[in-house]
């Protein structure tokens, strides 16, 4: 029996550069995930620990998804303050050290505090 080769492109040496392009944007669409449900209590929860991090000037992680394709997409994380939190537009910034991001409050799937 012979081993499974992990790498095709390694193992093959005539492969198209529009062939590799394929199979690499079909190994992607593999890891898109559907958005996941949340419970109104989550939410509610989630909330709370958002705008607690932006009274109380403390670190919250969030965790939102991003469509890609469709109704497929991928998770991000990100740690921050809450600085602004923006009712009419559904948003809040998140700001770290780094970086800063505007998040819809209709995509996070995850607070920790």
Do not use: C
Request: glycine share 6%.
């Amino acid at each position: 029996m012979g081993s499974k080769v992990e790498n095709v492109f390694a193992a093959s040496r005539w492969v198209l550069p529009e062939q590799r392009e394929l199979y690499l944007q079909i190994k992607e669409d593999e890891k898109l995930v559907p958005m996941p449900v949340i419970e109104q209590d989550e939410l509610e929860a989630f909330q709370y620990l958002i705008r607690d991090s932006a009274r109380e000037d403390y670190a919250i992680t969030l965790t939102w998804w991003q469509s890609v394709k469709g109704d497929l997409g991928t998770t991000s994380n990100m740690w921050g303050i809450a600085k602004w939190l923006d009712q009419n537009g559904r948003r809040l910034k998140l700001v770290n050290d780094e970086e800063s991001h505007w998040i819809s409050l209709d995509k996070i799937t995850a607070v920790k505090g």
